[in-house]
């Protein structure tokens, strides 16, 4: 082959090559351009007391999901932390929904909840503004020191039991933030086992009956 034409040759394929990376690069890029940003969902959230069932409503919708699944909602609390977070207390919604709701039951009068929504997708947690919630108005919710019905010893360390109890009760223990810890019967004599509760003030709710506080050391 003469020297010109293989010179000719060459270049046609380098040409070829130039053209068909630069396809390629362009092509690359549009693809990019095309792929959409993940980012945190935008959610927003409410809470509101009901007295009548002494329980805080809660509701949620997710405005934006962030370009992604969300793979978790829910509500976040807590009585004492005005930020809560999942590290708190959480309620996880089983749904598909943008707009979803749960409720907090068995809240305790005179106290303050701070509740958030929260969303969870491929980019992190994302959460709602905070609503805080006062359940002063539950006043016929009686948490009574002086009640008819005693625990004692009071402080206990193991066990617990009661006086003034007539007859078999439901009982359930809560934390001083609302959070269940136990349920079970109880008789005048029997005794309610807490060695499984860290130290702590919990309050003891008898069907149809009071709530009396008691002290686990």
Do not use: C
């Not at 010109?4 to 351009?33: G, M, P």
């Not at 793979?71 to 708190?88: A, K, N, W």
């Amino acid at each position: 082959m003469k020297p010109k034409i293989l010179q000719n040759t060459l270049l046609i394929v380098l040409l070829s090559i130039t053209v068909f990376s630069q396809a390629q690069e362009t092509k690359s890029k549009r693809q990019k351009s095309n792929k959409k940003l993940i980012t945190l969902a935008v959610i927003s959230g409410n809470a509101v007391l009901d007295t009548e069932l002494k329980q805080i409503d809660l509701t949620a919708d997710i405005i934006n999901n962030g370009n992604t699944t969300i793979t978790e909602r829910g509500f976040v609390y807590s009585s004492t932390i005005e930020i809560p977070t999942t590290l708190d207390n959480k309620i996880v919604v089983e749904s598909d929904d943008y707009i979803f709701n749960s409720k907090l039951e068995n809240v305790i009068p005179n106290t303050i909840y701070y509740v958030r929504s929260y969303a969870i997708n491929a980019s992190g947690i994302a959460y709602g503004n905070v609503s805080s919630i006062e359940t002063s108005s539950l006043a016929d919710i009686k948490i009574d020191l002086k009640a008819r019905i005693k625990t004692y010893p009071n402080p206990s360390t193991n066990f617990i039991s009661l006086s003034g109890l007539a007859e078999s009760k439901n009982y359930t223990i809560y934390s001083m933030q609302g959070k269940e810890m136990a349920r079970g019967t109880i008789s005048n004599d029997n005794k309610i086992d807490v060695r499984f509760l860290a130290n702590g003030l919990y309050i003891l709710k008898l069907e149809n009956l009071e709530m009396v506080k008691f002290i686990k050391e």
